[in-house]
């Protein structure tokens, strides 16, 4: 299975599955139908699934046109978002399972950035391969998402879930925002050593006008504030060392940054 990002609205990412053998595909948040459609074409690949991470526009946008070229095309999403992803026909909960080609994604229900929000996570099926996680809105690069739906409570448990998986996870979230996800990391987690090389490195991808997602969830553990609320220095600028405050003022200081 390859992963093809395709850059869609001003900055998220679309995420399309294709399986050379079979040459089908599937799609992860199609934020708008056009790129994907003319993606497709080019691969002559048809697309069997979609796999919706949330309800938000920017993420099932494309899902009507989308099925009007694809009338077989079987669409996934979280079963709390009934009723608010379009065409929805299949409503998964935490351990389903869902097929594509020879890969196997496990679901993961991780509310906080909205009340249904899921993630996929395709394992490595031989020695040598990485895992993939789909992770939409909830973590990003360097970041989290908002609480638009749901409790630090919630958002805690849900990023504990996808940080219980393998240092070389590959994470593939729906947009770019990490270069401001590390300026404000420094804020609150400046003697990271880990973090300031990260950061420079980001820098001179985006100055460059390339993207740096996928990143790796090694990486994430070592950089990103949002998994780190265990970590003395995140605690210190805080100033508490209970694990979901820890979180909570994090978050809330990054949404005055
Ligand atoms: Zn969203
Ligand atoms: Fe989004």
């Excluded at 409503?91 to 929000?117: C, K, N, S």
């Excluded at 990260?198 to 820098?203: H, L, M, P, Q, S």
Aim: charged share 20%.
């Amino acid at each position: 299975m390859q992963v093809i990002r395709i850059a869609a609205l001003s900055d998220n990412y679309i995420f399309l599955l294709h399986d050379l053998k079979q040459n089908i595909a599937a799609v992860v948040d199609p934020a708008e139908a056009e790129p994907v459609l003319k993606k497709l074409k080019e691969l002559k690949a048809e697309l069997v699934a979609i796999f919706n991470t949330h309800h938000h526009q920017d993420h099932v946008g494309g899902n009507k046109q989308i099925m009007q070229q694809f009338p077989q095309v079987t669409v996934y999403g979280g079963a709390e978002d009934q009723g608010r992803i379009p065409g929805q026909q299949v409503f998964l909960q935490q351990g389903d399972r869902v097929h594509f080609a020879d890969r196997i994604g496990e679901v993961f229900f991780i509310p906080g950035h909205t009340r249904a929000h899921i993630a996929y996570y395709f394992p490595p099926t031989q020695v040598g391969e990485t895992g993939d996680l789909f992770c939409g809105d909830t973590l990003f690069a360097g970041g989290c998402g908002r609480l638009f739906e749901g409790t630090p409570t919630q958002m805690v448990d849900s990023l504990g879930k996808l940080r219980s998986l393998p240092d070389d996870t590959h994470v593939w979230c729906a947009h770019e925002y990490t270069l401001k996800n590390l300026q404000f990391a420094l804020t609150v987690d400046s003697d990271n050593a880990n973090l300031q090389s990260r950061y420079d490195e980001v820098k001179a991808y985006r100055s460059r006008g390339e993207a740096t997602v996928p990143s790796l969830l090694g990486v994430e553990k070592l950089t990103n504030p949002f998994l780190r609320w265990d970590q003395p220095a995140l605690q210190s600028a805080t100033k508490t060392r209970e694990p979901v405050q820890t979180f909570a003022r994090l978050r809330g200081m990054k949404d005055q940054f």
